[in-house]
């Protein structure tokens, strides 16, 4: 396959490292946050105008588009989340969870899950803003999540190298398994597939049999260092991973190969490290985030060679 890769545009204004991006239920609009504790709202179509959607005293690790109800939730370090109506740039509603940084928000239905520093997995009511349960199975940072309504099943990477997969229902555990050797920073379901990626600051990008009890399907050492985030092309067939080491790398979904590295040296790309990625249906722009504190556009067009 041939791929070429064109940087479209940058986004500034955070002025500390962007941990975060979120899509909108319109294509071209997409939120970011980070170690500022600014909310933005950013628009594909006009790339130059940012509005500030909350200011929050600490830095945000996570922020969750509730499709539902269509507000977005961010998780403020050492301070719980906050509901923001991003419309009129109002607070609709603030729950504390504990003491502790937010590193991941996910939901399904009107449940949110919250991994945080301590070691647990909140459960929050969304209608009534309250703790419904709260999981701790370990003293390690909870750091990434990932949920599966068709397989009705919940995937949480930790910090102590485990992924462990809950029933969506119920919230009993179903597997435990040790997965990377260090903390994991990301899990993903395959859409359309019986898979679960996963991401480590081991470097390595696993993928998980889900129909065999998640047995090691597939395991390629991706980066140089640590992969903060991955996630999938609009069509379904390709997938993007960032990391500490500074780059972006094109992948190919069923085969799990390497198509393209995306850096500064080659494609004006960033300087310090990715923290996540948003391949957006807007055109088919990527979007990339980093410590660097900008925000890179990316037209990613990949070409079968038998064309």
């Not at 319109?26 to 970011?32: D, P, T, Y």
């Not at 209608?127 to 419904?132: A, D, F």
């Not at 395959?190 to 991401?199: E, I, Q, T, V």
């Not at 049999?209 to 379904?236: C, Q, R, W």
Request: include cysteine; charge should be neutral; charged fraction near 20%.
């Amino acid at each position: 396959m041939a791929v070429t890769v064109k940087k479209l545009h940058t986004f500034t204004g955070h002025r500390d490292s962007v941990y975060t991006l979120q899509p909108a239920a319109v294509n071209s609009i997409f939120f970011s946050a980070g170690g500022d504790g600014m909310v933005v709202q950013w628009s594909l179509e006009n790339p130059d105008e940012g509005t500030l959607i909350a200011q929050l005293p600490n830095s945000v690790y996570a922020l969750h588009f509730h499709q539902p109800s269509g507000l977005l939730i961010a998780g403020q370090n050492y301070e719980g989340i906050h509901l923001l109506d991003w419309q009129n740039k109002r607070e609709a509603g603030s729950l504390k969870l504990n003491n502790t940084p937010i590193f991941d928000l996910q939901t399904a239905g009107n449940r949110l899950f919250a991994g945080t520093g301590d070691g647990t997995l909140f459960v929050v009511d969304l209608i009534n803003l309250s703790v419904l349960d709260k999981i701790k199975l370990s003293e390690k940072n909870v750091r990434a999540i990932a949920v599966n309504t068709t397989s009705n099943e919940l995937a949480v990477g930790y910090s102590d190298c485990h992924i462990r997969i809950f029933d969506l229902n119920s919230l009993t555990l179903k597997y435990e398994i040790p997965a990377h050797t260090n903390s994991i920073f990301t899990v993903r379901y395959m859409p359309g597939r019986s898979y679960l990626l996963s991401g480590s600051r081991d470097a390595r990008l696993k993928a998980w049999g889900m129909k065999d009890g998640y047995t090691l399907a597939g395991e390629v050492v991706a980066h140089l260092y640590a992969i903060n985030h991955l996630d999938f092309s609009p069509d379904l067939k390709h997938f993007v991973t960032c990391s500490l080491d500074k780059s972006i790398k094109v992948w190919d979904a069923t085969e799990m190969r390497l198509l393209k590295v995306v850096d500064k040296g080659r494609h004006a790309g960033h300087g310090t490290s990715v923290n996540r990625v948003l391949w957006t249906n807007h055109n088919n722009c990527l979007l990339s985030a980093s410590d660097d504190r900008t925000i890179s556009v990316w037209d990613i067009a990949i070409l079968d060679d038998a064309r």
